[in-house]
């Protein structure tokens, strides 16, 4: 099955995981690290998007809602509809607070900075 925009419904992490993000502006502002799954109801919490930092040394990881990004083949990543000012400003974590109290709290804090209905209501 495909999605509006010709898309698959399934993709593989291992296709998701390096992928470039940018914003509407055509910004990049960093890299999908990993993805987070909440094991009891089958669904994504959320991608995890490092940026700034240099080779991997004061990087930030931060929660965005795997709703948000899309696809664009033309930009070769996925695009999410925030200013570099605003990602910049979200709660950003280690990767040992991401997994902390089952990623919840980073779950939780990322939905409401970034004022995305949250898929487990």
């Known amino acids: 099955m495909t999605t509006l925009s010709g898309h698959t ?11 470039e993000v940018y ?3 055509g910004d ?5 690290q990993d993805i987070m ?16 930092g240099f080779l991997g040394i004061g990087e930030k990881y931060h929660a ?13 990543g996925y695009v999410v509809p925030f200013t570099r000012e605003q990602l910049q ?4 974590y280690s990767v040992e607070e991401l997994t902390r109290d089952d ?12 004022k995305v209905e949250p898929y487990w209501h």
């Open 28 to 32: 990049h502002i960093g890299t999908i």
């Open 37 to 52: 799954l909440e094991k009891t109801s089958n669904g994504i919490m959320f991608a995890v998007i490092g940026f700034g």
């Open 89 to 92: 400003a979200a709660p950003a």
């Open 23 to 25: 914003n509407t502006a």
């Open 103 to 114: 990623g919840q709290a980073a779950r939780d804090a990322s939905y409401a900075y970034y």
């Open 64 to 76: 965005v809602p795997w709703s948000v990004l899309d696809y664009d083949e033309n930009q070769g």
């Open 9 to 19: 419904n399934a993709i593989t992490a291992s296709r998701v995981i390096g992928t």
